[in-house]
């Protein structure tokens, strides 16, 4: 039941466009968006998982929640 | 079922929803201020999302748009439309959108909720109400940051319907309607298209 719904929000999210290349977090994170997501997302650790380009990351400076 | 780990607490997190993180991310950069000339090169120089939803349609034109666009240029119209006290043509403030009820100002409420949730708002000048704010709030939910790790969906999504949903649909139609607007039109119909997948996919889990 949850697996279901689960999936089904994934499919959902990836069809509309949202994962894959992941095209904005070249924006945000400054990375090319083909730079082998793979590894880094298994690999992600605390510092890995949300990167900030340096102006995204100027604005956090100033809207930090 | 018996396949699935129960907890996983440095599950990486899954591309989609990393996604969702990014686009949260840079709409309260593009909300937050004018982009500069450094981030309209890198929105220019992006590439396209796959398909051909609404969000990638959405994508491909602020895309192009900001290959024209210079930063003094979106400098004048960020002030145009949201500089001011109290004047602007598009307010930037979901109290405005979601209407200041007896139990509280919205912006005390979203400060309440933030800290239940372990978040502290800290900007000193940025109302916690600001459209900005709600979108950071919703990228640390989203991909965890600022100390803490994702939210669980419920969590997630009931920030989204209390703070987000009644005012952001009605801000970014705003917004998109402004005469003042050119750039931030194409920023609008980023958001709205973003906003529909996800008041679609809360519903969906």
Redesign the interface.
Known sequence: MKTTKSTDRRNFLLAAGLGGAGVAAAVVTGRKPASKPKEEAVAASKEAKYRESEHIRKYYETTKV | ?AA?APVAM?R????????????Y??L??LL??AP?G??LQ??AH??????H?E??LA?RTLVDASSAMDENAAGDEYQALFGGLGKSPVSIYAGHYSGAVAVGHPRIRVQRD?EALG?????T??PEDHI??LF??MR?LA????GRGPAK?EEQRRFFDAHVKPAAGKFFATLAGAKEANYYRRVAALGAAFLA?EV??FQ??
């Open positions: 079922m699935v440095h990486a997190l899954a591309a989609e929803e990393a996604a969702r993180a990014d686009f991310a840079l309260a950069r937050g201020s500069d450094a981030l890198m929105i992006a590439g396209p999302l796959a398909g939803s969000l990638a994508w933030l978040l502290a708002h800290r900007s000048t940025q900005a704010a950071d709030a640390v991909a965890g940051g600022a969906l997948i679609e996919s969906l889990d």
